[in-house]
């Protein structure tokens, strides 16, 4: 990759040396100057015609690279659990801040005018929370809503007050204090709080003549059986056809994949067709999941 921008920022590098050596092109002769100004000046419009000679070269190597690496670049769904959630409740802190405060003009005998300003010192109680937040196993906070969190903290019975956030005020506003409340998951399979998101990552092999990909993919297939990741689909379950799968399933594959994830980084999906589909409707899928983008 180093040589790929290596070679546009040698191109305009190479012109401008090649102006700088060549007597035609004489930066002292440019335009006909005579004196030392036209000739700075002609220095000076010699630095910025190779600095933009440069940026603009940088550009566009910037936009060719951007574009073909993109083709490269694909959706995945991660799986990993939230294994802590927390309750902050309201609480109150005292701010201090700064404001400029306008005195006005003067007008002094001379009939100039001058604007007056001075700065001042406040407070003010800002109010916090409440917040219901989860943790997954990677060590990231997300916010959740308050049902959430009660649904989770009666899953896992494990709830600790863990703090308090200490309340100030200003003036003769209330101070509040605002416990903490933190419930931690049991490590049970059938506790799991599953939890996914979306990253992209880069796969040259799918993009290139390899054994491990399909037939190439024809725009009526993608069309028919997209990718469930580029529609943002994290579902353990996919259907084309076929009974409808219940909650209860779905959450069990779910926590397969959240207990599975963040360890083997994989992600498990059940595709279900009707009884009747041929063997050609698993092979369109796949061409169309897998398959090169057909030229």
Not at 181 to 207: A, G, L
Not at 279 to 291: I, N, P, S, T
Request: glycine share 6%.
């Amino acid at each position: 990759m180093g040589i790929f921008w290596l070679v546009p920022a040698l191109i305009p590098i190479l012109g401008i040396l090649i102006i700088l050596i060549c007597p035609v092109w004489s930066i002292a002769k440019w335009q006909g100057a005579k004196n030392s100004i036209e000739i700075q000046n002609n220095w000076f419009k010699f630095g910025i015609y190779s600095v933009l000679n440069i940026v603009f070269c940088l550009l566009v190597a910037f936009a060719c690279w951007e574009g073909a690496n993109s083709k490269t670049k694909f959706n995945e769904i991660w799986n990993f659990k939230d294994v802590q959630i927390k309750y902050d409740q309201e609480w109150t802190e005292k701010i201090t801040y700064q404001v400029t405060v306008d005195d006005g003009d003067t007008t002094d005998s001379d009939g100039h005018v001058t604007h007056h300003s001075h700065q001042e010192t406040r407070h003010r109680t800002d109010h916090f929370g409440p917040y219901w937040s989860r943790q997954n196993e990677y060590g990231e906070w997300k916010r959740i809503d308050s049902g959430t969190y009660a649904y989770w903290k009666n899953v896992w019975k494990d709830e600790k007050n863990t703090g308090m956030h200490k309340g100030s005020s200003a003036g003769f506003d209330r101070s509040i204090d605002g416990l903490i409340f933190e419930c931690s998951w049991d490590r049970k399979f059938e506790t799991i709080y599953p939890d996914t998101s979306i990253f992209t990552y880069v796969n040259k092999i799918r993009v290139s003549n390899s054994v491990f990909n399909q037939d190439k993919s024809t725009p009526q297939q993608k069309a028919k059986y997209p990718r469930p990741a580029d529609q943002r689909n994290t579902s353990p379950v996919i259907l084309y056809g076929g009974s409808d799968v219940s909650s209860e399933d779905i959450l069990f594959l779910r926590r397969v994949n959240a207990d599975l994830g963040c360890l083997k980084q994989i992600h498990t999906m059940l595709v279900l067709f009707n009884k009747d589909a041929s063997r050609d409707v698993v092979k369109d899928v796949l061409q169309a999941w897998h398959g090169m983008d057909r030229i």
